[in-house]
Antibody, heavy 119, light 107 residues
Framework: QVHLVQSGAEVKKPGASVKVSCKTS????????INWLRQAPGQGLEWVAW????????KSSQHLQDRVTLTADSSSNTAYMEVRSLTSDDTAVYFC????????????WGQGTTVTVSS | AIQLTQSPSSLSASVGDSATITCRAS??????LAWYQQKAGKAPILLIY???TLESGVPTRFSGSGSGTDFTLTISSLQPEDFATYYC?????????FGGGTRVDIK
């Protein structure tokens, strides 16, 4: 089966950075893109960015593109998202999700990583 | 960016009832729409993609329809495990966006 397993919860101070990992298994890592999303407490889903692990191409939301960096390590089948200059507005559960192989939906999700930004 | 407007934002229904959720796009997206179910504290689950294609393993009481700007998710006979929040998402172009969500709870 396909699995996406994310790194554990993080607590950061304002202005710090956080890097979340998403280890994949059960499929060809470089064949399908990975999306990153977040969900603030009590709020809806927000798309953050996408990476193609095969060539490193990325797309990001305009809201976050200056503070987000996506990378993908094909030797460990792991995708990473780094968010810099954190503020309290970045407090959220962050998800990685695999893009569908034949469509742009997201067919397999990680379990989520809670990032709390607090002084 | 394409905006997706879901309605209603919440609905109350009984087990066995039918429930219908709509999603309207701010511009035409052909059939590039997906629907998800999310329960509290869990990651979303893909239900439908390309507006009407049921994801493998999803019960057939879930169905989707629409194209262009207007889409519908229908749950034909609500089961206890269906009480959750539902989101639509377009994949017509970047940036990807989601609807605001519809909470379905027990009457």
């Amino acid at each position: 089966q396909v699995h996406l397993v994310q790194s554990g919860a993080e607590v950061k101070k304002p202005g710090a950075s956080v890097k979340v990992s998403c280890k994949t298994s059960g499929y060809s890592f470089t064949s399908i893109g990975i999306n990153w999303l977040r969900q603030a407490p009590g709020q809806g889903l927000e798309w953050v960015a996408w990476i193609s692990p095969s060539n490193g191409n990325t797309k990001s939301s305009q809201h976050l593109q200056d503070r987000v960096t996506l990378t993908a390590d094909s030797s460990s089948n792991t995708a990473y998202m780094e968010v810099r200059s954190l503020t309290s507005d970045d407090t959220a559960v962050y998800f990685c999700a695999r893009r569908g192989s034949t469509h742009g939906g997201m067919d397999v999700w990680g379990q989520g990583t809670t990032v709390t930004v607090s002084s | 960016a394409i905006q997706l407007t879901q309605s209603p934002s919440s609905l109350s229904a009984s087990v066995g009832d039918s429930a219908t959720i709509t999603c309207r796009a701010s511009q035409g997206i052909n059939s590039a729409l997906a629907w998800y179910q999310q329960k509290a504290g869990k990651a979303p689950i893909l239900l439908i993609y390309y507006a009407s294609t049921l994801e493998s393993g999803v019960p057939t009481r879930f169905s989707g329809s629409g194209s262009g700007t207007d889409f519908t998710l229908t749950i034909s006979s609500l089961q206890p495990e269906d009480f959750a929040t539902y989101y639509c998402q377009h994949f017509s172009a970047y940036p990807i966006t989601f609807g605001g969500g519809t909470r379905v709870d027990i009457k």
